[in-house]
């Protein structure tokens, strides 16, 4: 009698290494997505690594040790041979003296007033205009973002002369308003804040549109919500610019009336001569500490606004 042959591939016995039967069926894909949590990297490339990351930290962490350090010591300290890695005797009288001596509250006043309502300028203006030139249409608009992105490729320091003489001739020589409104231009802010609102759903701007939702209302309703990420790290950045911000402030100010904190450490080394470091050192441990302590509490946020849409899936 012949045998009888079928193609039922349910009869057939698995194949060794298949899918077992009753288990979900798992894609290539899925199967990449559970083992990218692993590491495969030889353990010769992770103590490379290490050795690298140790390297770098150290770099970063060594110049800054001796600052703090040397703002706690004595002149002769400071020069002593061989070098000392822990101040004795410990001299905190150090940051006193610049408090008290150098100027300081007036610079700290003047970075603080200055910071701020630099960073409002450019934090409202950029927001603005970027959400102009990603939502509205209007005639060049093409032409006028060209325009933008032109003016983040032309040094600051090549309109020195000019900003310098108009604001001199304004009679802003030493003043709040001369140093502040130089330097509010916009353009990397419209920049970053352009290509992030491009980057949102069409479809939750199409809906608000078809609810109705005014200009204003899409902006603080619908947009800024979806955006803290990118525009905190646009206010970090921003921020840290201008509160570092040295050589415009020293050009347009003669006296501590509207000198920052970066031309009352110039100042402060003048005065001190270049034999005592320590009060210079006190100065710049506190000028550096307030934004060390900003960024701590927002690098969260600006991590996340400069990676926003580098990763899609």
């Not at 100027?103 to 006043?109: E, I, M």
Request: charged content about 15%; proline content about 7%.
């Amino acid at each position: 009698m012949a045998t009888k042959f079928t193609n039922n591939a349910d009869d057939l016995p698995p194949v060794p290494g298949s899918q077992a039967e009753g288990e979900p069926v798992i894609s290539e894909a899925q199967r990449k997505r559970k083992n990218e949590g692993v590491d495969h990297s030889s353990p010769a490339m992770k103590i490379v690594g290490y050795i690298a990351l140790v390297l770098t930290v150290l770099i970063i962490l060594v110049p800054l040790y001796f600052i703090v350090i040397t703002s706690f010591k004595t002149m002769q300290d400071v020069f002593s041979d061989p070098i000392t890695f822990w101040p004795h005797p410990f001299v905190p009288e150090n940051y006193a003296r610049v408090w008290e001596t150098s100027g300081f509250p007036n610079y700290l006043r003047n970075s603080l007033g200055i910071t701020l309502i630099l960073t409002v300028i450019k934090v409202v203006l950029g927001v603005l205009s970027a959400y102009a030139f990603a939502f509205l249409r209007f005639p060049g608009r093409n032409l006028l973002f060209l325009l933008v992105i032109a003016a983040l490729m032309v040094p600051n320091q090549i309109t020195i002369i000019s900003n310098y003489a108009l604001a001199a001739s304004l009679g802003w020589r030493d003043t709040w308003q001369g140093v502040i409104i130089p330097l509010a231009g916009v353009a990397f802010g419209c920049f970053l804040m352009r290509n992030h609102f491009q980057s949102l759903p069409t479809e939750i701007m199409e809906a608000a549109d078809m609810d109705g939702a005014n200009f204003f209302t899409k902006l603080f309703r619908v947009v800024l919500p979806m955006s803290w990420p990118t525009l905190s790290a646009f206010t970090l950045i921003t921020v840290v610019n201008e509160w570092n911000e040295y050589l415009w402030p020293f050009l347009i100010t003669d006296t501590p009336a509207a000198a920052t904190l970066p031309v009352g450490l110039t100042r402060l080394q003048d005065a001190e001569g270049l034999t005592n470091w320590a009060p210079v050192m006190a100065g710049t441990v506190l000028s550096t500490l307030p934004m060390i302590i900003v960024f701590l509490l927002l690098q969260k946020q600006m991590i996340k606004g400069l990676t926003a849409g580098a990763v899609k899936g």
